[in-house]
């Protein structure tokens, strides 16, 4: 048996006001522009309450949460009355037991820095330092016989490549004052100062330099292709950050974390020191025919790998292995690490070039300084706190 | 009487944010109130010009909020445990329903630790911290029913309770010149984190407080949008944080002094003693303002508001709509800035569709609105925490029709029209009835603008808060040192041992008297210690009053304080109903 009133037309049960204003067609893109009547309650009225703030009493932390967005949805105390409670919080009390909290909907991860920003960032900065290392390359290839102004000009390119490319991320992180979450996971240069990055970059321009500088063809081959390898170490910090990233939305616990971090950081240099190895090979691959010039023929690849000693293929791995933990320490709040570790090398790398082969200087220093430097950061990195920057945007 | 005024803002008001804390309150307060000597202690907002204000003499003092971690050592390995247990014992309250009580004690015992070697910004930030957050969190039995927090929660969950914990290590505690334990009586102006150094110094020195909130502090936090773009795990700590805050304030609070009826039913519901709740409303300045003139020539409405769904524009409109159904001469202006992205042109859209473009001006709310613009005032608001805004519409001495939420019918009583909220033709009816009756207009008007004036000028304000300050000394003992006796034995402190006037006799020259008590010499306070420097001209007494022994005497000051405080109503109380309107 149906009650009269589903028979009628539902324009009749409405009051007249209402009925004129349903005589006007809707607005287009369906917005709503009627004032919404307060329906009027019924058999059991929290129940029609508790679908309308659904959501609202799902996701609330506590009553007094539902009582504020009751409030704000302009009930007070006289529609809690018409609920049968005393006041809003009452009528929050009876809400929050009755709607079961539900897990959030999963917010998608944070957006971290795409595959594709981080391979600009780092094509940038393979461009950034290898074209100050081609120059004298190119020029020691063209005049044998370097001048002392030649070096000079070299060696000013060198020192400007650090300094420009330090204010140009300096400027690029100035209005980096997002939501606080985003600079949990977010790329790009995490929180190292100005200072840090400018000592990181003397120091890495040093230490392609001196090769590049002073080391026979082979060794400036190898020191060309380790500038331009620079985009692979950015590249590796990058997406360890990135990987971090995730892990800070996934993992549940600090252990697990942890667990999830281990094989990070090795991947990111064999993931380097095999495109580094590519680069070498090729750089020494041109050299090869260049100077057997047309005569070259099946020998090239062979004579290539043969091209470089042992002493110089470790020598631009040990190069590899301090940049990439040292490049990831910077952006992850530990920069000041990375500002010491790096300008060091560069330093006692240089100052051994006087007296010993360039290739054996640089794998004293590289080597040790990466031999101190990996376990810290192996340690360091896989605790989530490296990648929240010891304050938050002002 | 040594009073300390813990507020947040700063000596310059920077912006809208940093008003709310009632900073022309405070000033009027103190010039209302020469005869007692207060300090500022202000929390400032992040990128707040720290300086000195004009022409004030009492004495700042600031303290930065938010921004960056200060720099720091943590504690000392041997010191670390304790930093944890009592930073377990908090985060245990905040997560387990069970455990709410251990929210005090882990957070006097963390202020305490952070005075002694001031490394909790540090602790806070370590891995410790960050392990034993862990672990209570995802304990058995911790609330996490709509989300369990992840790593990333937990690393900003531990930098935002890092912040809020900030003013704990604030320079204030101590029993010197210039710090809180030096003080009669704290009064916290706004609640929330400006109520920390009090709490501290209430557990510390045995200060009592007085906490007077401009609507309820901690439904600004759960309306907030600071903490609604965090995930649910991270903003339900956060908000448990804040409530556990609030409740521990109100009951350690000797006097709570809530702006409204409103305020006190917020303040109930979290756990305050009534007998120690006094409403005392906010003063408004411009009280002696000359009532509008004559009205506009044409029947106008005037809604002042926000452009946001909050205020409810929209009602207006529609209810306005209406209005012109009947009168067609009507007009409406409609004063508020814009909530938010879109809202002005969506209302404007909306007056559009209703066909009432011609009759609806708006107008740029920001100076206030023009109340002698219009003929009747309306407020369509769904939500009214602060009667700020309905006391400056009635002062005006225009009628007012408001919606029935919040402080609304408190405020405005018998001299104005209240219609249910969210209801167009209520609010149209109202509207009409004012429009049509210029004898009623002129009646409610008036009765309004006496009513705004009766309760909401200055002077009942100073006069309740020197009652009150009198009422919290006065049931104090003078030597709460020496009144605790032995460590472990109950406290016998007298309420009276001292008349009231005792207090208000020392000037300037007490703070000097007292700066040379060591403050953890613990055997040099006493009624024999306050004799003797009777002898020095210093007024007596209140050297020993100053320097207590620390924590002894907290749980004696604090069993006065709930004892004698509070009780008789104040001036500005709320009047019976209908007294206004006979009077009318």
Do not use: K, N
């Not at chain 1, 942890?258 to 990111?268: D, G, N, S, T, Y």
């Not at chain 2, 006097?108 to 911290?129: I, V, W």
């Not at chain 2, 916290?188 to 501290?200: D, E, R």
């Not at chain 2, 045995?206 to 600071?226: A, I, K, M, N, W």
């Amino acid at each position: 048996m149906s009650r009269p009133e589903e028979s009628l037309p539902p324009t009749a049960q409405a009051p007249a006001w209402a009925r004129a204003r349903a005589e006007v067609p809707a607005p287009p893109g369906g917005q709503e522009w009627e004032y919404p009547s307060v329906p009027v309650p019924s058999g059991d009225p929290v129940r029609e309450l508790m679908e309308r703030y659904r959501a609202l009493c799902e996701q609330a932390v506590d009553p007094l949460d539902i009582a504020v967005g009751l409030e704000e949805a302009g009930l007070g105390r006289i529609e809690a009355r018409r609920y049968r409670q005393a006041d809003v919080f009452e009528l929050a009390d009876e809400l929050y037991a009755r709607v079961p909290r539900r897990p959030v909907v999963a917010v998608p991860a944070p957006p971290g820095s795409s595959w594709r920003s981080r391979t600009g960032r780092a094509l940038g900065s393979a461009v950034r330092y290898g074209l100050p290392s081609a120059v004298p390359v190119a020029l020691r290839a063209a005049a044998p016989v370097v001048g002392l102004p030649l070096l000079a000009l070299a060696l000013a390119a060198l020192g400007a490549r650090p300094v420009g490319a330090a204010l140009r991320r300096w400027s690029d992180s100035r209005p980096g004052a997002g939501a606080p979450d985003a600079r949990v996971a977010s790329g790009g240069s995490g929180g190292s100062s100005v200072a840090a990055r400018l000592w990181y970059g003397l120091g890495a321009g040093v230490l392609l330099g001196v090769p590049v500088l002073t080391a026979g063809p082979v060794g400036a081959a190898l020191g060309l292709a380790a500038a331009l390898g620079m985009g692979s170490v950015e590249w590796s910090a990058d997406w360890l950050r990135h990987a971090a990233g995730l892990g800070l939305g996934s993992a549940g616990t600090l252990s697990a974390f942890r667990a999830r971090m281990r094989p990070v950081l090795p991947v990111a240099l064999g993931l380097h020191l095999a495109l580094l190895a590519l680069f070498s090979f090729a750089a020494l691959a041109v050299l090869t025919a260049l100077d057997l010039g047309s005569e070259a023929g099946a020998g090239l690849l062979a004579g290539a790998a043969h091209r470089a000693s042992g002493l110089q293929w470790a020598a631009q791995a040990a190069l590899g292995l301090l940049l990439v933990p040292a490049a990831a320490l910077l952006r992850t709040g530990r920069s000041r690490t990375a500002a010491v570790a790096v300008p060091t090398a560069g330093l006692g790398s240089a100052v051994f070039t006087a007296v010993r082969a360039p290739e054996t200087a640089q794998l004293l220093c590289c080597g040790t300084a990466a031999a101190l430097l990996l376990p810290y950061a192996w340690t360091v990195l896989g605790r989530p706190a490296a990648y929240l920057p010891d304050g938050p945007p002002a | 009487m040594r009073v300390a005024l813990l507020t947040e803002g700063a000596t310059e008001s920077a912006g809208p944010d940093t008003r709310r804390s009632g900073d022309g309150w405070c000033d009027r307060l103190m010039d209302g109130l020469a005869e007692h000597e207060f300090r500022l202690y202000l929390l400032a907002p992040p990128g707040c010009a720290v300086g000195t204000r004009p022409g004030r003499p009492a004495a700042v003092h600031e303290f930065p909020m938010g921004g960056r971690r200060p720099p720091g050592h943590g504690p000392a390995l041997h010191r670390r445990r304790q930093y944890v247990r009592a930073y377990r014992d908090l985060v245990r309250a905040l997560v387990l329903p069970a455990e709410r009580r251990s929210f005090g004690p882990g957070l006097y015992r963390l202020a305490e630790l952070a005075r002694e070697d001031g490394a909790l910004p540090a602790f806070l930030a370590s891995g410790a911290a960050q392990r034993t957050l862990e672990a209570v969190w995802r304990s058995p039995g911790a609330d996490t029913a709509a989300g369990q927090p992840q790593v990333g929660d937990l690393l900003v969950a531990g930098d935002l309770l890092e912040q809020c914990l900030r003013p704990l290590s604030a320079p204030w505690y101590g029993t010197g010149a210039g710090e809180l334990g030096g003080a009669d009586l704290c009064h916290v102006v706004g609640g929330g984190p400006a109520a920390l150094p009090a709490l501290v110094a209430g557990a510390l020195h045995g200060v009592p407080f007085v906490v007077t909130e401009h609507g309820p502090q901690l439904r600004e936090q759960y309306r907030s949008d600071r903490y609604a773009q965090y995930r649910w795990p991270v903003r339900a700590l956060l908000l448990g944080f804040s409530r556990l805050l609030a409740e521990e304030t109100y009951r350690q609070a000797a006097v709570l002094t809530p702006d409204s009826e409103y305020g006190r039913q917020w303040q109930q519901r979290c756990g305050a003693a009534p007998e120690r709740i006094r409403v005392v409303y906010e003063g408004a300045a411009a009280v002696d303002r000359a009532p509008a003139g004559p009205e506009p020539e044409l029947p106008t409405l005037l809604w002042a508001g926000a452009l946001e769904p909050g205020h409810d524009p929209e009602l207006m409109l529609h209810a306005f709509a209406r209005v012109r159904a009947d009168l067609p001469t009507a007009r409406l202006r409609m004063y508020g800035e814009e909530g938010g992205p879109g809202r002005a042109a969506h209302c404007r859209v909306v007056a559009d569709r209703l066909g009432l473009d011609d009759a609806v001006s708006f107008e740029d709310g920001r100076g206030g609105p023009a109340w002698e613009t219009g003929g009747v005032l309306v407020l369509s608001a769904r939500t009214q925490s602060s009667p700020r805004m309905l006391v400056d519409a009635m002062l005006s001495g225009r009628a007012v029709v408001t919606t029935e939420v919040g402080v609304a019918r408190e405020v405005v009583g018998p001299a104005g029209l209240l219609v249910p909220p969210r209801s167009p033709q209520a609010l149209a009816g109202a509207c009409l009835a004012l429009l049509g009756d210029s004898e009623r207009r002129v009646r409610l008007g008036r009765a309004g603008r006496r009513r705004a004036q009766e309760r909401f000028a200055v002077e009942p304000v100073t006069t309740a808060f020197r009652e009150i300050y009198l009422e919290l000394v006065s049931g104090r003992p003078a030597f709460p040192a020496a009144a605790s006796g032995t460590r472990g034995r109950p406290h016998r402190a007298q309420p009276f041992a001292r008349p009231a006037e005792y207090w208000v006799a020392g000037g300037t020259e007490a703070v000097g008297a007292a700066e040379d008590v060591p403050d953890d010499s613990p055997e040099a306070v006493g009624p024999v210690e306050g004799t003797e420097r009777a002898g020095d001209g210093g007024p007596p007494g209140l050297g020993g009053g100053r320097a207590d022994g620390g924590e002894r005497a907290a749980g004696a000051g604090r069993l006065f304080g709930e004892t004698r405080a509070g009780g008789g109503r104040t001036p500005a109380g709320p009047a019976e109903p209908g007294a206004l309107a006979e009077a009318v």
